[in-house]
């Protein structure tokens, strides 16, 4: 067993010195910087989503809207013409619209809080990025120009690069240090942003049966209204031709 825990941790040895020797800390620089510009153009695609999303909604609410004039016109002419069944209908899918247009309201309000959020959060990663950026490119200058003089360095004074894989491995270490904490600082904005609501509903029986009520009450109210409205007309029309009697 202690056999196979010395090979184990020899071949981790090799393997990491292979790893040093061959990492570029300014490729793992670039890479980090792509996936920041990956997330954050997700993030835009979203909000795009969203947007298209409360479009449609507002679209359906003022086709219900162009069809709740339609359906009160039609009331009215029905009345005008002695057919009240044909009114009472009218008047039941007009209020039924009407609840369908308070409930593409709510829809439309979350939606437009929700696009208002992912567009704060895109502002701020936004900012993120192009400060994590710009910063990239001063540590790669900064990595490369070391670089040189160490190689310089170990030209003339003949010193091994063994004798400076300390250093090295210092200066890998803080440039991945930097590197999470950015990442971090991205997630952590992405986590602020939340997820979209669900907009579809359950409705139980009761609540059914609630919006039924609710319906015919103000179906029978507008009936009450036209049918005074219609014996004012007949009145008026009777007193005229009294009048010209």
């Given at each position: 067993?202690?056999?196979?825990?010395?090979?184990?941790?020899?071949?981790?040895q090799?393997?990491?010195?292979l790893?040093?020797?061959?990492e570029?800390?300014?490729?793992?620089?670039?890479?980090?910087?792509?996936?920041?510009?990956?997330?954050?153009?997700?993030?835009?695609?979203?909000?795009?989503e969203?947007?298209?999303?409360?479009?449609?909604?507002?679209?359906?609410?003022?086709?219900?809207w162009?069809?709740i004039?339609?359906?009160?016109e039609?009331?009215?002419?029905?009345?005008d013409?002695?057919?009240?069944?044909?009114?009472?209908?009218?008047?039941?899918?007009?209020?039924?619209?009407?609840?369908?247009?308070?409930?593409?309201?709510?829809?439309?309000?979350?939606?437009?809080?929700?696009?208002?959020?992912?567009?704060q959060t895109?502002?701020?990663?936004?900012?993120?990025?192009?400060?994590?950026?710009?910063?990239k490119?001063?540590?790669?200058?900064?990595?490369?120009a070391?670089?040189?003089?160490?190689?310089?360095?170990e030209?003339?004074t003949?010193?091994?690069e063994?004798?400076?894989?300390v250093?090295?491995a210092?200066?890998?270490?803080?440039?991945?240090?930097?590197?999470?904490?950015s990442?971090?600082q991205?997630?952590?904005?992405?986590?602020?942003?939340g997820?979209?609501?669900d907009?579809?509903?359950?409705?139980?029986d009761?609540?059914?049966?609630l919006?039924?009520?609710?319906?015919?009450?103000?179906?029978?109210?507008?009936?009450?209204?036209?049918?005074?409205?219609?014996?004012k007309?007949?009145?008026v029309?009777?007193?005229?031709?009294?009048?010209?009697q």
């Amino acid at each position: 067993m202690g056999l196979m825990n010395r090979i184990t941790t020899v071949i981790k040895q090799k393997v990491n010195i292979l790893l040093d020797k061959y990492e570029d800390p300014r490729e793992a620089l670039d890479y980090s910087f792509v996936k920041q510009t990956e997330m954050l153009n997700k993030l835009r695609r979203d909000i795009a989503e969203v947007i298209t999303a409360k479009k449609r909604l507002e679209m359906q609410k003022a086709k219900l809207w162009d069809n709740i004039h339609t359906l009160d016109e039609q009331a009215r002419r029905s009345m005008d013409s002695d057919r009240e069944d044909l009114a009472k209908l009218a008047l039941e899918r007009k209020n039924a619209n009407m609840l369908h247009v308070q409930s593409l309201d709510k829809q439309i309000t979350d939606m437009q809080a929700e696009q208002d959020k992912l567009e704060q959060t895109e502002k701020r990663l936004s900012a993120k990025v192009e400060e994590f950026k710009s910063r990239k490119e001063v540590i790669k200058a900064q990595y490369s120009a070391a670089e040189a003089q160490v190689r310089i360095k170990e030209s003339v004074t003949g010193i091994s690069e063994e004798m400076t894989d300390v250093g090295m491995a210092m200066s890998r270490a803080e440039d991945k240090t930097e590197k999470m904490k950015s990442k971090s600082q991205a997630l952590d904005e992405m986590i602020d942003s939340g997820v979209l609501s669900d907009y579809t509903s359950n409705k139980n029986d009761i609540e059914i049966e609630l919006e039924k009520s609710s319906i015919k009450s103000s179906v029978d109210e507008e009936l009450a209204k036209l049918k005074a409205e219609r014996r004012k007309k007949k009145q008026v029309l009777e007193e005229e031709q009294e009048a010209q009697q």
